[in-house]
């Protein structure tokens, strides 16, 4: 039973590029929401996706938009990075939300901004 | 608002002595509360949950956590360590008001395991 995978595994970019991050949830999994972590910080909520359409954001700029696919899957873009996007990305997945599900994460993406 | 406060940044204790990760919360509901461990360069894993259940949670790896109301607080516990539990441990509250699952993270505890 495969968990959640992440796609790329580590990715670096300059300033004012666009960047695409993928995830595919653990099997049976519908719900998927993203989070940042900054080096030696706690990650932090993006947003969720569930039936396909963003059910939750966190306090992050348009810059950040996601996309969730009839088989669940999602995809996170950041359009015209900044130094501070720097950090590793994780996907989590769950069923159907809610507060007492667990949520299961991948490995994480690494960003680095340059 | 929810959020949740680890008392300590560093713990640091010997191989085959208890560990004690602290951990308080602050909820106007009552809370779902998780803890996550983190290895280097690793996603998180989940190591237990409280959801209104019973207030003494048994987790994976040994590792246990007692809920109080009485004192708002969810400490990780382990009767003696082993050199594979030096890791990054999160204390997390579900937040209960979106009713989506949102997690919100504690800063973390590093826990760092001597021979």
């Known amino acids: 039973d495969a968990g959640v995978t992440q796609s790329p595994t580590h990715l670096i970019k300059t300033r004012g590029q666009q960047v695409t991050l993928r995830c595919s949830p653990k099997?049976?999994?519908?719900?998927v929401s993203w989070y940042q972590q900054a080096l030696g910080q706690g990650p932090q909520f993006i947003f969720q996706y569930y039936e396909e359409e963003e059910r939750q954001r966190g306090n992050f700029p348009d810059r950040f938009s996601g996309h969730q696919f009839p088989n669940y899957s999602s995809e996170l873009n950041v359009n015209a990075l900044l130094l501070g996007d720097s950090a590793l990305y994780l996907c989590?997945?769950?069923?159907?939300?809610?507060?007492?599900?667990?949520?299961?994460f991948g490995d994480g993406t690494r960003l680095s901004i340059l | 608002a929810q959020s949740v406060t680890q008392l300590d940044s560093h713990v640091s204790v010997s191989e085959g002595t208890p560990v004690l990760l602290r951990c308080n919360y602050s909820?106007?509901?009552?809370?779902?509360l998780f803890w996550y461990v983190q290895h280097p360069n690793k996603g998180l894993q989940l190591l237990l949950k409280y959801t209104s259940a019973a207030t003494l949670v048994k987790g994976i790896n040994g590792f246990e956590a007692e809920f109080k109301k009485s004192e708002t607080s969810f400490h990780l516990t382990k009767p003696s360590a082993h050199m594979s539990d030096a890791a990054e441990y999160f204390c997390?509250?579900?937040?209960?008001?979106?009713?989506?699952?949102?997690?919100?993270f504690g800063q973390g505890t590093t826990l760092q395991v001597k021979p």
């Open positions: 099997s049976g999994h519908d719900t």
């Open positions: 989590a997945s769950s069923l159907s939300g809610g507060p007492n599900q667990p949520q299961h």
């Open positions: 997390v509250v579900s937040d209960p008001v979106s009713n989506t699952g949102k997690l919100i």
């Open positions: 909820s106007s509901y009552s809370p779902s």
